[in-house]
């Protein structure tokens, strides 16, 4: 059986200090006892935060026997995001809407973009339409994929109410998208 997951990744502050801001997450969900404050080996990557008995504020409809799953753990992440879904098959520039297409040419300092934010952190990339640089983590890679610098994941839980990301900026004070997929 494959595993799926409901990711919410944090992109960078305009200023200030990321980590502190982050960390709000893990103190809410924790104090509102949707999950628990121990962990166990129960995520696909490593040891992930157990569900609480209030985990059930988080979504609308249950499904039979999560709560039983070897994996169903809640795992948080911090350091280069970049959360895949599915093939990327274009993206969008926030500042022109151009949209490049994964097959053209112009893809490919798109390509170099994510692979210097991979290996050095850089989150920027040139437009190859309009020329101008912008946050890798501001484009739109049309929920194929999202760049940020903290993640929190959901493993097999019940589908999340779709204001949480809404709820979790509203906590950080970090611009947070959502991401979805299956492994
Ligand atoms: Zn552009």
């Given at each position: 059986?494959?595993?799926?997951?409901?990711?919410?990744?944090?992109?960078?502050?305009?200023?200030?200090?990321?980590?502190?801001d982050?960390?709000?997450?893990?103190?809410?969900?924790?104090?509102?006892?949707?999950?628990?404050?121990?962990?166990?080996?129960?995520?696909?990557?490593?040891?992930?935060?157990?569900?609480?008995?209030?985990?059930?504020?988080?979504?609308?409809?249950?499904?039979?026997?999560?709560?039983?799953?070897?994996?169903?753990?809640?795992?948080?992440?911090?350091?280069?995001?970049?959360?895949?879904?599915?093939?990327?098959?274009?993206?969008?520039?926030?500042?022109?809407?151009?949209?490049?297409?994964?097959?053209?040419?112009?893809?490919?300092a798109?390509?170099?973009?994510?692979?210097?934010?991979?290996?050095?952190?850089?989150?920027?990339?040139?437009?190859?339409?309009?020329?101008?640089?912008?946050?890798?983590?501001?484009?739109?890679?049309?929920?194929?994929?999202?760049?940020?610098?903290?993640?929190v994941?959901?493993?097999?839980?019940?589908?999340?109410?779709?204001?949480?990301?809404?709820?979790?900026?509203?906590?950080?004070?970090?611009?947070?998208?959502?991401?979805?997929?299956?492994?």
């Open positions: 059986m494959s595993d799926n997951f409901q990711s919410y990744v944090f992109a960078d502050p305009a200023n200030g200090d990321l980590s502190a982050f960390r709000r997450i893990p103190a809410y969900l924790i104090a509102e006892q949707i999950i628990l404050d121990k962990t166990r080996d129960n995520s696909l990557e490593g040891e992930g935060h157990m569900p609480g008995s209030q985990a059930e504020k988080l979504y609308t409809q249950d499904i039979d026997r999560w709560r039983e799953l070897d994996v169903n753990g809640v795992t948080f992440r911090s350091g280069r995001i970049v959360e895949v879904s599915s093939d990327l098959a274009e993206c969008r520039c926030p500042h022109c809407n151009t949209v490049i297409d994964a097959e053209s040419e112009n893809f490919e798109v390509s170099a973009a994510l692979d210097r934010f991979d290996n050095e952190g850089i989150d920027l990339l040139s437009c190859p339409a309009c020329s101008r640089e912008t946050k890798l983590s501001d484009w739109d890679f049309s929920d194929a994929l999202v760049v940020g610098r903290h993640k994941t959901f493993w097999n839980w019940p589908r999340l109410k779709p204001d949480l990301a809404h709820r979790f900026e509203q906590i950080s004070g970090l611009k947070c998208h959502y991401i979805e997929g299956r492994i």
